[in-house]
């Protein structure tokens, strides 16, 4: 039973598709790694052995090192995200989970890092960041007058032309809700056609008046219902 275990062991190490390297006690050589690490690398496992362990850290990475093995040996585990460099030169992002063995004495006998390649990750937040930036530049320049609400009717984002209609600047109305802004009977229609939009899950167009600067103002609002996720 022993022996399957180790080869049940041996076999997961060989074939998982996240790399897995053991590092020596001293921190300074990568003892043996799996296939998939040494592939990540652009390197055979044969060729990685014996390597110093920052050789796969991309250069200006010393001291996030330095601090991963740190806090690896005092708290006996620790995950950070850094950069890795190739065989051939190219870099590419990682996280590093790396987990420092100890003997029952407390002595330190190896770590073992669990290493995975996070390009796609960084890709897809870079073009989430691209897009937040396009929504706000373009919720910003819209010439209507717009405003995300939650189901209470509080405000959570505006657009600049909003002001000129609550009377008081945008940054003072994050947080504040509909009746805190308007008169009772103007938030209470607002309420309404927001809470009937969220019921039926189709818009709601609504025409009112609003005295802006002493004047007698119409303007038709449309309330929108937004998925749960957005």
């Not at 022993?2 to 300074?28: M, N, P, T, Y």
């Not at 190739?86 to 330190?108: C, M, S, W, Y």
């Not at 706000?136 to 000129?164: C, E, N, W």
């Amino acid at each position: 039973r022993a022996e399957q275990s180790l080869h049940r062991w041996a076999h997961i190490f060989e074939h998982a598709e996240w790399g897995v390297a053991i590092g020596s006690a001293d921190g300074l050589t990568l003892e043996m790694m799996n296939p998939a690490y040494a592939r990540m690398h652009g390197y055979t496992a044969e060729e990685l052995a014996g390597l110093p362990i920052d050789s796969v850290f991309a250069p200006g990475t010393a001291a996030e090192l330095s601090t991963l093995i740190q806090e690896a040996n005092d708290t006996g585990h620790a995950v950070m995200e850094s950069t890795h460099i190739r065989k051939d030169g190219t870099i590419f992002p990682v996280q590093v989970d790396l987990t420092a063995v100890k003997d029952e004495h407390g002595n330190l006998l190896y770590r073992v890092a669990n290493v995975q390649d996070i390009t796609e990750r960084k890709q897809a937040e870079a073009q989430l960041q691209a897009s937040e930036a396009e929504l706000r530049a373009l919720f910003a320049a819209m010439p209507d007058v717009i405003m995300v609400l939650d189901a209470q009717g509080k405000y959570l984002r505006i657009a600049p032309t909003h002001s000129s209609f609550a009377r008081q600047p945008d940054d003072t109305l994050i947080g504040q809700t509909l009746l805190d802004v308007f008169p009772p009977d103007e938030a209470a229609e607002f309420l309404n056609n927001l809470q009937l939009a969220l019921r039926s899950q189709q818009p709601v167009h609504a025409d009112y008046n609003l005295l802006v600067d002493g004047e007698c103002v119409w303007y038709t609002a449309t309330f929108s219902p937004l998925p749960d996720d957005t």
